[in-house]
């Protein structure tokens, strides 16, 4: 099998009338699925989008799924993004790629065309609607670019983390056999639909045939509702940010309701506090829990562990191993194999690059350091670990300003850029309050606190906004003028 | 607890919005799910407030006044 599409020829053969996808409003059992992408890809292959990038310019729903998979059927490359982001984010991150094509809906026509005044726009409804007979990608081959997905960027511009189909396949065959998805597997997905993270809710349906609910994001100010919701809907696997399993579990959840139907849960983007974690194994003990860690620019996830228990309090769940497929190393500053030091990540699941940014590109990727005759390309994520006694790799820190927050990365040197934008901020600097998980900027200037906040809100997406904003007259400083980090956190 | 001490937690997370006129905080998105977390997380361990997760709905955290009568109620309770 050489193209995504082709799983879902297959799955679409064997379990037509399966669910595939739902919101709970929409529904498309894997047969509508695959005619959907179907006449999507045809519409896009008409229109010359083969080999082009596609902006995705449409809400959560099942027919963002027949989107994305159509855009693959086409052999183009999907650029999801997040409609409810700020205009000039949005505006940033379509200059970035300068999609020759987009695709939208009824509800985000007039956005699109308002943030592609030059693209071809295709209606979902129109193009979904047309003719198609099977089977998915006759049309095209190769190994192009599946998706693009935006990620913070320290100079102050999203990276476009760019990803080719081959990675995605490499993903596709590894994940689900390393956590166990099978056809039985129904999943609730948190995760947003313009990032990666929801590529692990993907591949169980399309290669596994099992069936998605899209939980809408409204649930989450409401655990109980949540929970029974997930009990209704007959979830039983849960793939999701270690900031939502921990809001579910710190109100006591699970002395009113548990989720009974649970076999499978992975979290990662972020350590989960053993004291959650432990809340959902006691209320769940039938289910199995997996941390998976892993970032953008390598596909998804790379690494997964099996929790065999509860974890003591004040421990670090271990990174785990990485999956088939996929090479690690630790490396120390000279480049050497190390017990402790920089994580590199090798293999099939790397990156084609950052979409238009060549220089940034060649700084994380690389040859093989270790064994260069290897041919296979590796990428400096900046994580740092260490292996413990039992050989496990524990996550220590970031080598540079790179934050994960709700799981999202945050550069807080992107934050501070945005922030200096802002008329009446000299000078400011941000730090990330680890234990309340909160954002928080020091300025200085004339700008009101409501003024940065609002200006912000303009600039960065929500999770990018500091829930803390502090007027101080100076910023300590170190004698070479720098400002004092230490002492900025300990304030 | 004091209603201006449950304005400033809130003001903290907030400074842009006018709490004491505001309505909709969840049902137009002011307030994120995480924002709700943070309010939470604060009453509970700088307060005392012993928030459970069937008081973690959208109408009691739609306005600031919704919020301070279950503290209200909690605290009454307790």
Redesign the interface.
């Known amino acids: 099998m050489s193209r995504f599409v082709d799983y879902l020829n297959q799955t679409a053969a064997r379990l037509p009338d399966k669910l595939a996808f739902s919101d709970g409003e929409t529904s498309f059992t894997f047969w509508e699925l695959r005619q959907a992408a179907g006449a999507i890809g045809e519409a896009l292959h008409q229109a010359g989008a083969a080999g082009e990038a596609v902006a995705l310019c449409m809400g959560r729903s099942p027919r963002f799924v027949a989107a994305f998979l159509g855009v693959l059927a086409a052999g183009s490359c999907a650029v999801p993004l997040d409609m409810q982001a700020p205009r000039d984010r949005l505006k940033a991150m379509g200059e970035r790629v300068s999609p020759r094509f987009a695709l939208c809906e009824e509800g985000t026509q007039a956005l699109t065309q308002s943030l592609f005044p030059s693209s071809c726009i295709l209606s979902y409804e129109t193009a979904a609607a047309g003719a198609f007979f099977g089977p998915l990608g006759k049309r095209t081959s190769g190994d192009g670019l599946a998706y693009i997905v935006f990620t913070s960027g320290s100079t102050g511009v999203p990276k476009a983390v760019a990803v080719r189909e081959s990675s995605l396949m490499d993903y596709a065959a590894a994940l689900p056999e390393a956590v166990g998805f099978c056809e039985g597997s129904v999943f609730g997905c948190q995760a947003p639909l313009y990032m990666d993270a929801w590529l692990k809710e993907l591949i169980g349906a399309v290669v596994k045939g099992g069936s998605v609910y899209l939980l809408p994001?409204?649930l989450?100010?409401?655990?109980?509702?949540l929970?029974q919701r997930l009990n209704a809907w007959g979830i039983n696997t849960l793939c999701w940010v270690s900031?939502a399993l921990?809001?579910?579990s710190?109100?006591?959840?699970f002395?009113?309701?548990v989720p009974e139907g649970l076999e499978l849960v992975c979290f990662g983007g972020e350590p989960l506090s053993p004291r959650q974690l432990n809340r959902w194994m006691a209320a769940c003990p039938k289910a199995r829990f997996f941390q998976l860690y892993g970032p953008t620019e390598c596909t998804g996830m790379s690494f997964y562990y099996a929790v065999p228990g509860p974890v003591p309090e004040g421990a670090s769940i271990p990174l785990g191993r990485p999956f088939a497929g996929t090479t690690a190393y630790v490396l120390d500053e000279q480049g050497r194999p190390a017990r402790e030091g920089e994580i590199y990540i090798g293999g099939p699941c790397v990156m084609a690059g950052y979409y238009g940014d060549e220089e940034l590109t060649r700084r994380v990727l690389q040859v093989d350091p270790v064994n260069t005759a290897s041919g296979r390309t590796f990428y400096a994520t900046g994580d740092l670990a260490r292996y413990d006694e039992e050989g496990n790799l524990l996550f220590l820190g970031r080598r540079d300003r790179q934050i994960k927050h709700?799981g999202h990365r945050v550069e807080l040197d992107e934050l501070e850029r945005a922030a200096l934008q802002l008329k009446g901020v000299e000078a400011c600097a941000s730090t990330y309050d680890h234990d309340?998980?909160?954002l928080c900027l020091q300025y200085v200037g004339a700008a009101s606190?409501?003024e940065v906040?609002?200006g912000l809100?303009q600039r960065l997406p929500?999770?990018m906004v500091p829930?803390?904003?502090v007027q101080v007259p100076t910023l300590p400083r170190l004698p070479n003028g720098k400002i004092d980090r230490n002492k900025l956190r300990e304030e | 607890m004091t209603f201006e001490q449950l304005l400033g937690i809130l003001s903290?997370?907030?400074?842009?919005v006018d709490f004491e006129r505001e309505q909709h905080l969840?049902d137009e998105r002011i307030?994120?799910?995480?924002?709700?977390?943070?309010i939470?997380?604060e009453l509970m361990e700088g307060y005392g407030v012993e928030?459970?997760?069937?008081?973690?709905?959208?109408e009691n955290?739609n306005s600031a006044r919704a919020l301070f009568a279950l503290i209200e109620r909690l605290e009454q309770g307790a």
């Open positions: 994001p409204e989450f100010v409401q655990p109980l509702t929970v900031s921990s809001l579910v710190r109100f006591r959840t002395d009113t309701a709700l309340r998980g909160r606190v409501q906040k609002l809100q929500g999770y829930s803390r904003l | 903290d997370l907030h400074p842009e969840i307030l994120t799910s995480f924002d709700v977390v943070a939470a997380a928030l459970t997760a069937a008081d973690i709905l959208p955290f």
